[in-house]
Nanobody, 128 residues
Framework: QVQLVESGGESVQAGGSLKLSCTAS????????MAWFRQAPGKEREFVSV????????DYADSVKGRFTISRDNAKNTVFLQMNSLKREDTAVYYC?????????????????????WGQGTQVTVSS
């Protein structure tokens, strides 16, 4: 049984930082690209960032580039999203997702329908 469990979401003031974590079980973690998506109220789920199985390749949405950093610890089956300089528009439920993917071209897997497994989400609220 595959499980992705996110944590770290909370309320924070604009300009602040948060670090999200997602721990996976039931998959060969290092063979899976891991991504973060988010969904704000009334909006569609959108791509945030993705990292290759090795951790050497990453990709970011333009809206978060330079502020967010994705990383992973394959020994702990965990992917992270460090979020700095948070803005009100970053408020959303953040989802972790996984797909079996061996290529370094993670820019090709931005679409949510590429992903096989999803977590339950963690709420991030940014207030001014």
């Amino acid at each position: 049984q595959v499980q992705l469990v996110e944590s770290g979401g909370e309320s924070v003031q604009a300009g602040g930082s948060l670090k999200l974590s997602c721990t996976a079980s039931g998959i060969a973690f290092s063979s899976h690209a891991m991504a973060w998506f988010r969904q704000a109220p009334g909006k569609e789920r959108e791509f945030v960032s993705v990292i290759s199985g090795s951790g050497r390749s990453t990709d970011y949405a333009d809206s978060v580039k330079g502020r967010f950093t994705i990383s992973r610890d394959n020994a702990k089956n965990t992917v992270f999203l460090q979020m700095n300089s948070l803005k009100r528009e970053d408020t959303a439920v953040y989802y972790c997702a996984a797909v079996l993917y061996m290529s370094s071209r993670v820019d090709r897997i931005r679409a949510s329908d590429k992903y096989s497994f999803w977590g339950q989400g963690t709420q991030v609220t940014v207030s001014s």
